[in-house]
């Protein structure tokens, strides 16, 4: 079977692309590895990520997304050549429609070069869609109905807070603080409070196994090697879930205050609405431990994490790449 359309979750973390008929064939980190002597890309994906923090001078890893936008756009076109190539296989003469999520606060200059770079990396026709658009798709929500329908997605670079009634978006947020910023503020905590240093994907797999965002009772432990910074000397640490909540703390008191600022400005019966429907988290970093509970406590809202939330903003690519004619006057006029 010909692929002649695709759907492309271009996250900050991590790019995951969908096939109508087919489902996820790729889900490879948004990473790209580059020879500094002559600029050449000499690795994208699984084998960029395993380099981090592994590379000698000559070799650079770059995340071409910063908080959801483009950052290099030369980059970001070979990342996104690499993508749509292995997902053609054999078939690459053909130059499929895309559609591709963009942060709700993305600006006009913006959407343009995610098109244009996917345009020069192989694509025919490009579309840009809202996250909390696809997220809220992805999670099985009838966005179309005359109601309210509240999403929370939390990628590695940004947090889409939006209220979805009659397939358009009535409320939102869109704040540069997610995934990144959990890691960053978990290897801080643990510089500052046993002046051991960590790298960035030992944070994000603390955050991963043992991440909570409150403290609970039964914590879990988790074992660490960072760097001595007053010895210079490698060393063993465990630390536990309720330290990993204390380290979030701030950085998910700006996620939820984001949440009331868009809960507050929405019209009193789509509050109404999703105050009995309750609202869904999405996203990879809306799987971290216990955050549906912290924001039902903080805002009186049930919380319900959807079902493959990680997932759900590819899936919702693939929604409206089988149903273009139900979806395409409202959601793909970013031509």
């Known amino acids: 079977m010909f692929i002649r359309k695709l759907g492309i979750d ?100 913006e959407r343009r070069a995610i098109i244009d770079a996917a345009k020069e990396a192989g694509a025919k026709d490009v579309f840009v869609v809202k996250e909390p658009i696809l997220a809220a798709l992805g999670a099985n929500i009838p966005i179309n109905e005359a109601s309210g329908n509240m999403v929370v997605n939390i990628g590695g670079g940004t947090a889409e807070i939006a209220v979805i009634s009659l397939g358009g978006i009535v409320t939102f947020s869109s704040i540069r603080v997610a995934g990144n910023k959990m890691d960053m503020a978990i290897a801080d905590y643990i510089r500052k409070k046993y002046n051991i240093a960590i790298g960035e994907r030992t944070a994000e797999n603390v955050k991963i196994n043992i991440g909570s965002a409150i403290t609970i009772k039964e914590k879990n432990e988790y074992e660490i090697t960072g760097g001595d910074l007053s010895e210079g000397l490698p060393k063993n640490l465990n630390i536990n879930s309720n330290e990993i909540a204390e380290a979030l703390t701030n950085v998910l008191k700006e996620i939820i205050q984001a949440i009331k600022n868009v809960l507050s400005e929405t019209p009193p019966e789509l509050v109404a609405d999703i105050m009995q429907r309750g609202m869904f988290l999405t996203g990879g970093s809306g799987l971290l431990k216990n955050l549906d509970v912290l924001i039902t406590r903080a805002t009186g809202v049930p919380v319900y994490v959807a079902d493959d939330a990680l997932f759900c903003v590819a899936k919702g690519t693939g929604i409206i790449l089988e149903n273009l004619d139900l979806y395409k006057r409202s959601l793909m006029n970013y031509k």
């Open 10 to 109: 271009l996250g900050t973390a991590n790019t995951v692309v969908f096939v109508p008929q087919k489902g996820i064939i790729i889900n490879e980190p948004t990473v790209v590895a580059i020879s500094t002597d002559n600029n050449q890309v000499l690795a994208i994906g699984n084998d960029a990520k395993d380099m981090v923090g592994r590379t000698p001078e000559l070799i650079k890893t770059y995340k071409p997304l910063k908080d959801g936008v483009i950052a290099d756009y030369k980059i970001t076109k070979a990342l996104l050549h690499y993508f749509i190539s292995k997902s053609l296989g054999n078939m690459r003469f053909i130059k499929p429609d895309i559609i591709i999520s963009a942060p709700c606060g993305i600006t006009s200059t």
